[in-house]
């Protein structure tokens, strides 16, 4: 690191080079505190037992209690002290763009792992078509997370169903077998009774009832939506992967 330091101030004059030098000392002097503050905060992540337990995170959603965290925190490449020295070089500008620190951000593939289900209605990967980019916009459907946050201890972390507007607001159905129509719930706005009817994977082995009269409380479907019991069935099409 220090090599570059020092090749950055081999500048086009004597006294640009003389400027930079001076202006990079308190830039060094803050590298210096940084390196040694993440490196600090690296070596107690590292040690820290199942990748610090201590540190404040709220509960999991249910079913997740006893996933080991790495499932879903890969970590990251290189040493604590090699991506230590990468992100020091990236905020003092010699370097474009900073590292993973221990851990590498959460993505769906861990969730894909333990849940992919050829039979999902509403698969992540189908969203990655240009015709969805507006809404993907609004709520990024191409990931888990933006649905199911992780350490809120609930299963939903996107308001309740409102957000199927985003893509069924022109629905109507060839064949509409309900009473009140789609067409009808949908001028009418009502968002919510969505899910009373159906779920969003299609992975609960039940048909959607005909009448709205027949469907589920909307406050049992949120209560499930929290973390309480699962209206639509007991039994699950597929099953997840045990932790
Ligand atoms: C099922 C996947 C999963 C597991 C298991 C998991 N996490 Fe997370 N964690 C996430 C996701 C996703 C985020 C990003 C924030 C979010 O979406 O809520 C996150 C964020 C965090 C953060 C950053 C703080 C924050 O809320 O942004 C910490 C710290 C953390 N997790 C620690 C842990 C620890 C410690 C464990 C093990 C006890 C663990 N995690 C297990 C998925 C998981
Ligand atoms: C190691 C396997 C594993 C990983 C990784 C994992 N899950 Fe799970 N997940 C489970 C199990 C097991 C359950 C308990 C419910 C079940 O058996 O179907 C569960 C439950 C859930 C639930 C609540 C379902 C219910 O019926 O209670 C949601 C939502 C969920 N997972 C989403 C995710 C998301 C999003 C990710 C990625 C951040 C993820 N899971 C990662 C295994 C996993
Ligand atoms: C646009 C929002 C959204 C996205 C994106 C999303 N989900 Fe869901 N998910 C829901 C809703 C709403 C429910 C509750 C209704 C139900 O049970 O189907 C749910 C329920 C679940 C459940 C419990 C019921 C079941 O199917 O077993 C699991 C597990 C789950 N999601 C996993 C995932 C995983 C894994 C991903 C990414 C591959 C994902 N979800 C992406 C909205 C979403
Ligand atoms: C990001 C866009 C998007 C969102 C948001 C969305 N859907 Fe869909 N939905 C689709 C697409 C695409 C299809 C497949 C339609 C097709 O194949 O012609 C579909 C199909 C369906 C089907 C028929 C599935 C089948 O197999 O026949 C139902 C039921 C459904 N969605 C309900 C919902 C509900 C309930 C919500 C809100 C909780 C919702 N959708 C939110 C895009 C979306
Ligand atoms: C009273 C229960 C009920 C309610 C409420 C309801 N649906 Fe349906 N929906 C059905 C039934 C039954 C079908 C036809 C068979 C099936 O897909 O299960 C259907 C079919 C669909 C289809 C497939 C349409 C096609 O062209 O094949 C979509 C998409 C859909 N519903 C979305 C929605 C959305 C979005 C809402 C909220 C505005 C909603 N439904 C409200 C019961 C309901």
New binding site residues.
């Given amino acids: 690191m220090g090599a570059s330091v020092a090749r950055m101030t081999i500048g086009p004059t004597r006294q640009t080079a003389q400027r930079r030098r001076r202006a990079l000392t308190p830039e060094r002097r803050t590298a210096s505190i940084l390196l040694a503050g993440s490196t600090l905060i690296a070596l107690a992540l590292a040690y820290a037992p ?4 201590s ?4 509960p ?2 249910p079913g ?1 209690e006893h ?3 790495v ?3 890969a970590v990251a490449p290189g040493s604590m002290r090699q991506q230590a020295q990468a992100n020091v070089r990236y905020w003092l500008g010699l370097r474009r763009t900073g590292a993973s620190f221990g851990h590498e ?2 993505t769906s593939k ?2 894909l792992d333990c849940h992919a289900r050829e039979n999902d209605r509403h698969p992540i990967h189908r969203f990655r078509e240009p015709r969805f980019l507006l809404v993907t916009r609004t709520l990024d459907t191409r990931s888990c ?1 933006s649905c199911h ?4 201890g609930v299963r939903l ?1 996107v308001a309740n169903g409102e957000f199927c507007q985003l893509c069924h607001h022109d629905l109507k159905p060839r064949v509409d077998p309900i009473t009140p129509s789609h067409p009808q719930l949908v001028a009418e706005r009502r968002w919510t009774t969505c899910l009373t009817c159906h779920d969003f994977h299609g992975n609960h082995p039940v048909k959607a009832p005909t009448q709205l009269e027949h469907a589920h409380d909307a406050q049992a479907i949120q209560a499930y939506l929290a973390a309480g019991p699962d209206p639509y069935s007991t039994t699950k099409i597929h099953g997840a992967k045990r932790p």
């Fill in positions: 199942d990748y610090g337990r540190i404040v995170h709220g999991m959603t997740h996933i080991a965290c499932r879903c925190h951000p959460v861990p969730c997370l946050a992780e350490h809120r972390t």
